[in-house]
């Protein structure tokens, strides 16, 4: 058997789980290809920041997500080196493209950049 391309159903299903929720689906989407901000993502969900940085916590818990810091600003993305990224690309690679959200929040002039 592939070592590589099993997961542990234990493992399986806490993904799975945190990918239940619609948001952190979404969000997840949006981080396999770039780098937000809390502020930016409560933009794009119109939600609360406590509500955006929960969603960030679980998925950082588990160790899909990593953060960076800039300046004053903390920047999320994928965690590209997490055990099962292989598992979470598959998934990912299966969803439809969350980029009109962030088109959207440049047009409005509310994308962060921080070099």
Same mark, same amino acid.
């Given at each position: 058997m592939d070592t590589k391309a099993s997961i542990e159903m234990e493992k399986a299903a806490q993904i799975l789980k945190?990918? #239940?929720?619609?948001?952190r689906l979404s969000?997840?989407?949006?981080?396999?290809t770039n780098e937000c901000c809390v502020g930016e993502l409560v933009e794009i969900y119109k939600a609360s920041q406590p509500?955006?940085?929960?969603?960030?916590?679980?998925l950082k818990d588990i160790g899909?997500?990593?953060?960076?810091?800039? #300046?004053?600003?903390?920047?999320?993305?994928? %965690?590209q080196t997490y055990k099962?990224?292989?598992?979470?690309?598959?998934?990912? %690679?299966s969803l439809?493209?969350?980029?009109?959200?962030?088109?959207?929040?440049?047009?409005? #002039?509310?994308?962060i950049s921080c070099c």
């Open positions: 945190v990918f #239940g929720d619609k948001t969000m997840m989407k949006i981080l396999q509500a955006m940085s929960q969603h960030l916590r679980k899909l997500v990593k953060e960076k810091r800039k #300046g004053h600003w903390i920047f999320y993305s994928i %965690n099962h990224y292989d598992f979470l690309v598959s998934i990912l %690679n439809p493209s969350q980029d009109d959200r962030l088109i959207e929040l440049e047009k409005q #002039g509310l994308r």
